[in-house]
């Protein structure tokens, strides 16, 4: 190869490889940063030039997303034996009943120049028996603790005088500690509770019922088909894109009531609504959601990369810090006067319920004792699941609560929430009681799960994932095709410098040879 050969593979090698290099570091930095402010600016709630709802409005108004919700009903087998001889409750699980789930915006109003929208979001349910159990019927009954009952031993440990009314109309009435009711009336039609119908209707108890806010129908979920979870005023990212869907007040309070948690810190309204997430969200990220339905702001940490029917995502789940009773941090969402269920201190520490549990008496009415875990009491102590009888062991993988975003755009594709209602029961001394042992008894769990709909799939795929995807895999290519070709620049640079060496030594060698032989025939 000649000198001038090797010189134009030089040149061409350096100039090739520069070329390549630039357009592979233009397809992984900013390809994918243009196409972030491209979707910043269209990713907002807000009306088009001529007055009309934009694309984005529309589909938050009225999501396509298939949305469904599985109930896991337990009903206690032996609850004679409970409260005769303090028995460990017996538990056997039915289920699922399915329930699909539809929402929509059912008002909302812009504020502020469209930098914010107030709106309330209505979600129904209906029964749909073709994804439930084939024995699962909203007329099965069950056996659960009564909350009616364990409302009127609050009562009863307040005074003797209460407890002796308690007791003499539940003897007339044959109240148990425990109910057997049809699953439908336990989650969302309701039941009525003849005893409490009674006693609330006595001159003094009933200004206890009403002080107290006791419910004349008792129902899980009762008064929530059909109805908004509160009045929400959001940030609309028309100007703020990373704010988009940031809360700024509930039900027009910037911070929730004094009857609800136990600290002004617990009681802030702050973190996004769960529908809306700004774009361009980082690994490593923790995303703070505010929850209306239990009046509390939560935690999302990233956990891993994901991918739904396609589309990459970060998924965000709850962190096991987060209904940990001993951080400081959580101070705030333990209640004072927890009821004891466990005298070692390992398993609940005074004035807390063990790790794992939230305390929602505070956020329903009348202030049950209704405590929220994972499902199958994943994360709380192993002795409050070998409380009770008949809780499989819970599953970190099956059974946790995660939310899959696509980080570019910030679109929620996939979904699952799994939590677990539970009763905290305890005999307070009341004859009914009997022998009952103070436990956490789980009345069911349940597991929500939400999908994107294949017109926003489509979208994702097609206008993000691809060009994502294709400026990634292009900018690799021509990164490395631009680091081969400088490598090729060098490696001939070194040839040619190395051979330029060697014919310099010979040169030399050669010239002194000559010398010699010219000195040798001069003498």
């Known amino acids: 190869m000649t000198t001038v050969s090797k010189k134009c593979i030089q040149r061409v090698a350096l100039v090739l490889g520069a070329i390549c290099g630039i357009i592979g570091i233009v397809g992984l930095t900013v390809v994918p940063q243009f196409v972030e402010r491209q979707i910043q600016a269209i990713n907002y709630l807000g009306t088009d030039g001529n007055g009309t709802l934009n694309a984005v409005t529309e589909k938050w108004k009225a999501p396509k997303y298939e949305m469904n919700m599985e109930i896991y009903v337990y009903s206690v087998k032996n609850a004679e034996d409970v409260v005769k001889k303090g028995a460990k409750p017996v538990l056997e699980e039915k289920g699922p009943y399915t329930f699909t789930e539809l929402t929509e915006k059912t008002w909302f109003d812009f504020t502020r120049n469209e930098s914010r ?18 024995t699962c019927f909203l007329t099965d009954t069950v056996t659960v603790p009564s909350i009616v009952y364990q409302k009127l031993v609050d009562i009863a440990m307040k005074s003797g005088w209460y407890k002796w009314a308690i007791e003499a109309a539940s003897s007339l009435q044959d109240e148990s500690p425990f109910i057997t009711v049809p699953v439908g009336e336990l989650l969302f039609d309701g039941y ?22 006791v419910p004349s129908r008792i129902g899980l979920f009762y008064g929530q088909n059909n109805t908004y979870d509160g009045t929400y005023e959001i940030n609309t990212g028309r100007y703020e894109s990373p704010l988009i869907g940031h809360v700024y007040s509930w039900n027009n309070m910037t911070h929730l009531p004094n009857s609800v948690w136990w600290s002004p810190e617990a009681r802030q309204i702050k973190g996004y609504d769960g529908q809306l997430f700004p774009p361009g969200l980082r690994r490593g990220q923790v995303v703070d959601i505010f929850v209306g339905q239990i009046m509390r702001t939560i935690q999302m ?99 946790d609560t995660y939310i899959d975003i696509e980080p570019t755009t910030g679109v929620v594709i996939h979904a699952r929430r799994l939590s677990q209602l539970n009763l905290g029961v305890m005999a307070g001394g009341v004859k009914q009681s009997g022998n009952m042992v103070d436990t956490i008894i789980p009345l069911l769990w349940l597991r929500e799960t939400i999908s994107f709909d294949a017109d926003t799939r489509d979208e994702l795929a097609k206008k993000v994932v691809f060009i994502n995807r294709t400026a990634f895999v292009g900018g690799v290519i021509f990164l490395l095709a631009g680091i081969f070709l400088w490598t090729v620049f060098i490696l001939v640079s070194v040839v040619h410098h190395c051979s330029r060496t060697v014919a310099e030594e010979n040169q030399r060698l050669i010239r002194e040879d000559d010398d010699e032989e010219e000195t040798f025939a001069e003498i």
């Open 301 to 399: 940490e990233y956990k891993m990369d994901s991918e739904f029917a396609g589309v990459p995502s970060f998924r965000f789940g709850v962190p096991v810090s987060m209904n940990d009773p001993t951080l400081k941090e959580n101070k705030g969402f333990n209640n004072p006067e927890s009821p004891r269920f466990f005298n070692d201190t390992s398993i609940q520490s005074k004035g807390a319920l063990p790790a794992g549990f939230m305390d929602l008496s505070g956020s329903l009415p009348g202030a049950p004792r209704i405590y929220m875990s994972q499902s199958r009491f994943l994360n709380c102590p192993t002795a409050v699941r070998e409380a009770v009888e008949g809780v499989a062991k819970p599953d970190p993988f099956n059974d």
């Open 192 to 213: 009525e509770d003849p005893l409490l119908s009674k006693l609330c209707s006595m001159p003094i108890i009933k200004e206890i019922c009403k002080t107290m806010g």
């Open 117 to 134: 929208i107030l709106y309330q979001n209505s979600r129904i349910s209906f029964f749909n028996q073709s994804l439930s159990c084939p």
